[in-house]
Structure formats: structure tokens, C-alpha cells
């Protein structure tokens, strides 16, 4: 059986990464792609940058009381890198459905952003891909 990868990098938008696993998990079903699609998430943790909270007025209260300056926080930037990486198992005679899935799929809304790529057997990065995606869990 030969295995193509699909290699996509979210980069830090974990709502992209988790519509685009949504989108897999919904082909899987309504095309009976079991064990011809199977994909695996790849977080690596990123150092965070540190922000200096900005200082926020309260409104003055009535009467004699002082306003006090209050910090707010800012939101928790992501400190995860998502990477998705897909891959297709057709056997040899379906090669016109893995030709097509490979076509459909990076043209898809939540994978088009992520910067595609296609690692197909023979190619030089292909054995590092296969590693990688067997050492995730």
C-alpha cells in the first residue's frame, strides 16, 4: 500500500486545526475512509512572549472615593505550534481517488491557509515525514 502525507502548519490558530480535524473526521464517515485517511496532530510548544499588561482608568465613582488604576491582563497568547499531518493509503488500484483526494484536500477552506505540502514516496523528505508521523501519538 503506498502512502502519500499531507503536511499542514496551522502555526497558533487551534480553531483552524480543530475545523480542519473536524472536516477529516466527517470525510472518513460519509466516504468510508477508515484506514485510507488517517491524520495525527503535532503541538509543539512555542516560548511565549511576554507582554507588559497595560494599565486600565476605571470610571471615577461618585462622591469623594479616588479612582483607582486597575491592570488588565492581557489574553493568553497560544504557546503551541499545531501541525497536521494527514496521511492517504490507497492501494494500487485506486489511484485516480488518491489523485483526487490529494487535489481536494489542500483546496479545502481550513487547510488552504496552512501552507500545504505534498510528501509523496520517493521524495527525499518522505522518510523523515513517515518517522514523524509513526512517533506520534
Given at each position: 500500500?503506498?502512502?502519500?502525507?499531507?503536511?499542514f502548519d496551522?502555526?497558533?490558530?487551534?480553531?483552524?486545526?480543530?475545523?480542519?480535524?473536524?472536516?477529516?473526521?466527517?470525510?472518513?464517515?460519509?466516504?468510508?475512509l477508515?484506514?485510507?485517511?488517517l491524520?495525527k496532530?503535532?503541538r509543539?510548544?512555542?516560548a511565549?512572549?511576554?507582554?507588559?499588561?497595560?494599565?486600565?482608568?476605571?470610571?471615577k465613582?461618585?462622591g469623594?472615593?479616588?479612582?483607582?488604576?486597575?491592570?488588565?491582563?492581557p489574553p493568553?497568547?497560544?504557546?503551541?505550534e499545531i501541525?497536521?499531518?494527514?496521511?492517504l493509503?490507497?492501494?494500487?488500484?485506486?489511484?485516480?481517488?488518491?489523485?483526487?483526494?490529494?487535489?481536494?484536500?489542500?483546496t479545502?477552506?481550513?487547510f488552504?491557509?496552512?501552507?500545504p505540502?505534498?510528501?509523496r514516496?520517493?521524495e527525499?523528505a518522505?522518510?523523515?515525514?513517515?518517522?514523524?508521523f509513526?512517533?506520534l501519538?
Amino acid at each position: 500500500m503506498r502512502h502519500v502525507y499531507l503536511l499542514f502548519d496551522f502555526a497558533k490558530d487551534e480553531e483552524k486545526a480543530q475545523q480542519a480535524r473536524h472536516k477529516l473526521e466527517g470525510w472518513k464517515q460519509a466516504f468510508r475512509l477508515d484506514k485510507k485517511l488517517l491524520y495525527k496532530m503535532e503541538r509543539t510548544a512555542v516560548a511565549p512572549t511576554e507582554v507588559e499588561p497595560k494599565p486600565v482608568k476605571a470610571e471615577k465613582p461618585k462622591g469623594r472615593a479616588k479612582a483607582s488604576a486597575k491592570v488588565e491582563a492581557p489574553p493568553p497568547a497560544p504557546s503551541e505550534e499545531i501541525k497536521l499531518l494527514v496521511r492517504l493509503a490507497f492501494s494500487g488500484h485506486e489511484k485516480l481517488s488518491e489523485q483526487r483526494w490529494v487535489q481536494r484536500i489542500p483546496t479545502e477552506e481550513p487547510f488552504h491557509g496552512a501552507s500545504p505540502k505534498v510528501v509523496r514516496a520517493g521524495e527525499a523528505a518522505f522518510e523523515a515525514t513517515e518517522k514523524q508521523f509513526d512517533e506520534l501519538a
